[in-house]
Each structure stands twice: as C-alpha cells, then as structure tokens.
C-alpha cells in the first residue's frame, strides 16, 4: 500500500469516545489485515492502559512517545522504532504518559518548526504500517496541532450532548489554521456516538449534527450506542471488539471500519 495513512482522532471536549474510537477502530481494521500503529498523544495515557499498560506513568522516558518527539526537538534521530511496542496481531502502539504534559510546555519554546515535530517522529515508520490512528489530547494545544499537521485525515468523536455539539466550531477554526501547514488534511467524518435511544434529548442532538451533513460537514453514517460492555471491556484493558464481538458496540465499530478503509485505501467518494 505504500506509505500509511495518517488519521487524528480528535476534539478537544472531554468524554465523547476518542480513545475508545481510537482502540476500536484499530483492532477493526486490524481484523480486516491491515497493520495498526496507535499513537498515544494525551498525558492522561488512557489508551496505553486500554491496551494493557498498567501503570504507564511508571514507564521510562525513552519507552513513550516523549523521547522521540524531544529527539526531533532537539534536532536528533527520533529513533521511533526503538519506542514502539507491539499489543497483538497487526498492532502496535506509541504509548504515553504524565511526561508528555512536560513536552507540550517545553514545545513552547521551540521557535522553528514545533507544529512539524510529530509528522518527523511517523515519518521513518510510515513504510511498517498501512494506518497510524492518533488518541488526541482533549484540547486545542501544541500536540494537538502537531496531531493535526502529522495527519491525512481527522475523525471527530461527538458524543450526543449540546455542549459537545457547540464545541464543534472551535476545532473548525483550529482546523482550518492546521490546513495552512498541512494542505492535504481533510475531515473524514464526524461520529456520533454512546448514543442512547431512551434520552429524548439526544435524539434531537442527533438531528442537529445530521442537519450540519447537508451543509457539508462530513458524517459517519455508523452511531456508536451506549452499553456498559464497553466500560466492561475497558476495565480489562480489551478493546470491546475482543470482548464482545458479537456486541452492538463492537458490530457498530466494524461498521466504521468498513466506511473508513476506502478512505485509507484511496478509494473514498465521501
């Protein structure tokens, strides 16, 4: 396939589903063979221990994503490889923690170049995978504008609440500054999702968000529901398609997958 396609999973409200999205989607599109780099970039390391990191701010330094992005900071290898650590068939992961949070301040001081960093840490590992899925910190700072000029593409988790709707505009806004640098970026699609067919409420959320398709924001036609296998799932560091494939949750996220692989493979008339 040549080199990887490159997708940010973001927004910058908390609890809408990213890293859930994040594992999910990977291990879908690991089922279907292709091979899977998750990319931890929230000092909060929720998807490194989704995968079964227990104590990730236990972790040395060169073993997460802070060495290799303080490498390239520095003007040095990234040595990314030596970073990267296998999770199960066809994927692999970046992981974080606490330190990263020290990154984004040091980040600040870098005159040149900073919002390049991360797409020079990919670059030597982009002939090992098809797909690199970006777990996005919830916030609009230094790595998640590396995140978004690293990327090809964005997928924006919305959970079916007002205020997550309301965010919207202001990832747009961030959005189109990281277009400056990063031309080819483009929207994949918002999701929807832990939607709940007993609150009324989401139902005209839903209605709304789907209003914004037909003014061009592009949307995922899958809606992840909420259920608690999915919090069950997380609680053994599984992703739920492992848990319960035969789930909602996990025949929704397989669906995704089926929307995002002609994206990935060149193919998408979205």
């Given at each position: 396939m040549g080199k990887a396609k490159i997708i940010a999973v973001t927004n910058q409200k908390g609890g809408t589903?990213?890293?859930?999205?994040?594992?999910?989607?990977?291990d879908a599109?690991?089922?279907?063979?292709?091979?899977?780099?998750?990319?931890?970039?929230?000092?909060?390391?929720?998807?490194?221990?989704?995968?079964?990191?227990?104590?990730?701010?236990?972790?040395p330094d060169e073993q997460t994503i802070a060495a290799p992005i303080l490498n390239v900071a520095n003007?040095?290898?990234?040595?990314?490889?030596?970073?990267?650590r296998h999770i199960h068939d066809n994927v692999d992961l970046l992981a974080s923690n606490v330190m990263l949070s020290r990154v984004e301040m040091y980040l600040?001081?870098?005159?040149?170049?900073?919002e390049t960093i991360l797409r020079r840490v990919l670059e030597p590992v982009m002939d090992d995978y098809d797909v690199i899925i970006i777990d996005c910190a919830p916030n609009l700072g230094n790595l998640t504008a590396n995140d978004m000029v690293a990327a090809d593409g964005m997928i924006v988790p919305m959970c079916a609440q007002y205020?997550?709707?309301k965010g919207l505009d202001l990832l747009l806004a961030q959005y189109s500054d990281a277009k400056l640098l990063n031309p080819g970026l483009e929207i994949i699609g918002a999701l929807i999702t832990m939607k709940d067919p007993r609150r009324t409420m989401q139902g005209r959320?839903?209605?709304?968000?789907?209003?914004?398709?037909?003014?061009?924001?592009?949307?995922?036609?899958?809606?992840?529901?909420?259920?608690?296998?999915?919090?069950e799932a997380s609680a053994k560091a599984q992703s739920i398609i492992a848990?319960?494939?035969?789930?909602?949750?996990?025949?929704?996220?397989?669906?995704?997958?089926?929307?995002?692989?002609?994206?990935?493979m060149g193919e998408d008339a979205r």
């Open positions: 589903g990213k890293t859930t999205t994040t594992q999910n989607l990977g599109l690991a089922l279907k063979g292709l091979r899977v780099l998750l990319v931890d970039m929230d000092h909060q390391a929720s998807l490194s221990i989704l995968c079964g990191i227990d104590q990730p701010d236990q972790l003007h040095e290898d990234p040595n990314t490889r030596a970073t990267i600040s001081s870098v005159s040149m170049g900073r205020l997550s709707v959320i839903v209605e709304s968000l789907q209003a914004q398709r037909e003014q061009g924001l592009a949307m995922f036609d899958t809606i992840i529901p909420r259920a608690a296998d999915t919090e848990f319960k494939p035969g789930s909602k949750v996990a025949q929704a996220y397989l669906r995704l997958a089926d929307e995002v692989m002609p994206w990935i």
